[in-house]
């Protein structure tokens, strides 16, 4: 009896492998749904995606090798999650034909059907998979299946025409990282926390952010302090007045149109603070003096 429940557990565990066609329009990406196998055997699925020939169904169509890591929630079981990375044709092919993945999402939230949707691109592009257990893909592209897709207990899925803000092309989608050695992490690329798009900025952050500390090099510069210098040309008070009635800003200080379409430069901006402080202290200063000679001339 044990050598038969070896059996058979063993047997639950095979690797499964195969292929399907996506049909419809090459434009769109079609829900198709796979099976969490895994999840009766109390593991996660894993799921390997991938076109290798980029000339595969028509010339330079593209190629595709992407693992999703998952598990159901299959009606209120919390430790469903869904992982994925995601590499594809980098160059050569237009980006409209070549980005095969477009979402990913737990169909089981309302049911126990156990299946995930996974939006790939259309047009009669051909996919090859391999998983570590049962996951019977069916595709909804209106040929194969009609659309939309009905998940049961919840909403109907039909296709997209562009990728969710959420997909990495090109890298790991996870839905949390913790990186608890004490070792150098290197991002080659830009970064952007709250946004998909940090332009040309190393990190983009699109929220609030808090630090303990902050330390800014240098810009190469020279640090204000040559404002206390004897030969500093400090602008008289009235013509100050009158720079600041024409412009409504400080000298050296950024207009507020500036700050809105440029933004500040942390490094720059202190530096300017704190040239307009020093030179506030030299005019307080000969104030100062000033003020002095008139009590002298009241008391003679």
Request: with cysteine; aromatic share 12%; charged share 20%.
């Amino acid at each position: 009896m044990s050598v038969l429940c070896l059996s058979i557990i063993a047997s639950s565990f095979a690797q499964v492998t195969g292929s399907f066609t996506v049909g419809g329009v090459i434009g769109n990406y079609y829900p198709v749904t796979f099976y969490d196998g895994g999840w009766s055997q109390n593991i996660a699925t894993e799921l390997e995606v991938g076109r290798s020939e980029v000339h595969t169904n028509s010339s330079w169509r593209g190629s595709l090798s992407a693992k999703f890591r998952f598990h159901t929630n299959g009606w209120g079981n919390g430790s469903d999650f869904i992982e994925a990375d995601i590499n594809q044709n980098r160059s050569g092919v237009a980006p409209a034909i070549s980005d095969f993945v477009g979402g990913w999402k737990d169909a089981s939230l309302g049911n126990s059907d156990n299946k995930v949707i996974i939006w790939l691109r259309g047009g009669n592009t051909t996919y090859f998979y391999k998983a570590n257990t049962t996951v019977t893909p069916v595709i909804y592209d209106g040929v194969t299946n009609s659309l939309p897709f009905q998940e049961s207990g919840g909403p109907q899925h039909s296709f997209k025409t562009s990728a969710d803000a959420y997909v990495n092309k090109q890298g790991i989608t996870l839905s949390s990282v913790y990186v608890t050695g004490n070792y150098i992490n290197y991002f080659s690329g830009n970064v952007g926390i709250g946004t998909t798009d940090p332009k040309e900025y190393k990190l983009a952050v699109n929220g609030a952010a808090i630090f303990t500390k902050v330390q800014v090099k240098a810009t190469g510069n020279p640090w204000p302090d040559y404002v206390f210098n004897s030969n500093y040309n400090l602008r008289s008070l009235p013509s100050l007045e009158t720079f600041i009635k024409e412009n409504n800003h400080l000298p050296d200080a950024p207009s507020a149109k500036e700050v809105e379409r440029k933004g500040l430069d942390l490094g720059e901006t202190q530096a300017m603070l704190l040239k307009k402080i020093e030179e506030l202290t030299l005019y307080v200063i000969e104030q100062d003096k000033k003020i002095k000679n008139l009590e002298k001339h009241i008391k003679h």
